[in-house]
């Protein structure tokens, strides 16, 4: 009997996702833990192992369509058996509950078994697919545009786009001859290009007339096409869309303000170094992260969340950590930090941030936070304001820590300083209590005693 393959729901606020590859095509055998597919979900991209042998008979999800979670994909069997008829899929609607992680992606790694399902749910076979291709249209002409064949195999010969060309036939059709007619309005006959641009530019959708040569008498050459193909429209990928779609609606539906202090780390620095002439290697995130888990403990109306209505206290501090990824931007999660020793909290941090980069995060350590700290500090900024991810009630964004001239003790010195901002939602979060809990962080920062006596 022939098994079905499903697109899997690999955390609990999944809901769909689209196969972006098939490794298997059908006909190829399969065994069990080979890789069919990768597919790619608003939190990760992920390759997706087998748990049948046999051979893949039926793909019956293209690349490039979204389907929810638990459709049956494929069919993996033995040649000739008959496959089971199945119902189209139903699109799920969005959750109201969408978490901050949403909107963050993991690069591929992480390889989630392929397990049977009794609920079946798929798209006929028969449906046409949406595969994206890996050459770019010609030109984007306005939907309503029509254009003869011939005009067409002219638009595509000559390399040029479509849309600024005006048609004059029946219903405003682009005829060959409107072609024609706008290549010499253009003095296309001028355009003076090598062989091999042109084909490049027919390949790639580039129109030479906007192009700009770098040859000899302004003659377009090969780079400058690939010089234009860059400056073509790209699509975001999944994941920044996400990304643009979530903190687009933070910044339109939450209040945001912003507390800024700079705290003085002169004694932390010299601190962590005698921690790593110990053999104790800590970071100046480490004590942020950890500044920060005390203050959410003592500032309960920070630690708290909103849905426009009413203010719910979380209880456990859920604390994300921005990591910055090869593909973008991930939160991995670290639940209950307030449970966790210093030492305890360097090595879950780092823990995380190494499956982050390495791309081994699931998309629940994605999930679930309710205050993100994103330290830019090795990026060499003075100071930064972050967008709060919804769902959260700030984020803090840590600048670089410079040494720099300031008062120090009734006398101008060299301190190492360190800008932090706090962006707040104003409905949790009043401008005196922001300003309390930062300068919290700030005070237990520039308290070394208070550090010696953990580590």
Not at 11 to 33: L, R, S, Y
Not at 140 to 156: D, N, T, W
Not at 232 to 238: E, G
């Amino acid at each position: 009997m022939a098994q079905t393959v499903i697109f899997p729901k690999l955390g609990q606020t999944m809901e769909e996702g689209a196969i972006v590859k098939w490794i298997k095509q059908e006909g190829d055998p399969v065994a069990k833990g080979d890789i069919l597919f990768e597919i790619e979900t608003d939190k990760a991209n992920l390759e997706v192992e087998s748990f049948f042998e046999g051979t893949l008979l039926k793909i019956l999800v293209r690349e490039g369509i979204t389907v929810p979670v638990n459709t049956v994909v494929g069919f993996v069997g033995t040649p000739g058996e008959k496959l089971p008829e199945v119902a189209p899929p139903v699109k799920p609607e969005p959750s109201p509950a969408v978490r901050q992680s949403d909107s963050l992606a993991a690069p591929p790694s992480h390889r989630p078994t392929v397990a049977p399902s009794d609920r079946p749910a798929v798209a006929p076979s028969d449906r046409p697919a949406t595969q994206l291709s890996d050459r770019p249209a010609l030109a984007a002409a306005p939907a309503k545009q029509i254009i003869s064949p011939r005009a067409k195999a002219l638009i595509r010969e000559c390399a040029v786009a479509a849309a600024p060309i005006r048609g004059t036939g029946p219903n405003n059709r682009v005829t060959e001859k409107d072609v024609r007619e706008y290549l010499a309005a253009q003095k296309y006959d001028a355009v003076r290009i090598t062989p091999a641009a042109k084909r490049l530019a027919q390949e790639k959708g580039v129109d030479i007339l906007t192009a700009r040569g770098s040859g000899d008498g302004g003659r377009i050459m090969i780079e400058d096409i690939e010089r234009a193909v860059q400056r073509l429209p790209k699509a975001m990928s999944r994941m920044r869309q996400v990304i643009a779609r979530r903190l687009t609606e933070s910044k339109q539906t939450i209040p945001h303000f912003y507390v800024t202090v700079t705290a003085d780390v002169t004694p932390l620095m010299k601190f962590r170094a005698e921690c790593k002439a110990r053999g104790v290697n800590y970071s100046v995130n480490d004590f942020v992260l950890f500044s920060v888990i005390r203050a959410l403990e003592d500032f309960p109306g920070v630690n708290s969340s909103t849905d426009g209505k009413s203010i719910s206290w979380r209880g456990d501090v859920d604390l994300g950590i921005a990591v910055n990824v090869d593909n973008g931007l991930v939160v991995p999660v670290l639940r209950t930090a307030q449970l966790l020793s210093l030492a305890e909290m360097r090595e879950q941090a780092k823990a995380l941030a190494d499956k982050a980069r390495s791309g081994k995060l699931t998309p629940d350590e994605m999930t679930g936070s309710g205050f993100t700290v994103s330290n830019m500090g090795m990026l060499g900024v003075d100071q930064f304001s972050a967008i709060i991810n919804p769902g959260e009630s700030c984020i803090l964004a840590v600048a670089s820590a410079r040494e720099t001239a300031a008062v120090f003790e009734g006398r101008l010195a060299v301190r190492t300083c360190m800008s932090m901002t706090l962006s707040a939602d104003h409905r949790l979060v009043d401008g005196a209590l922001g300003a309390q809990f930062i300068n919290a962080i700030k005070s237990r920062l520039e308290n070394v005693a208070l550090w010696r006596g953990l580590v």
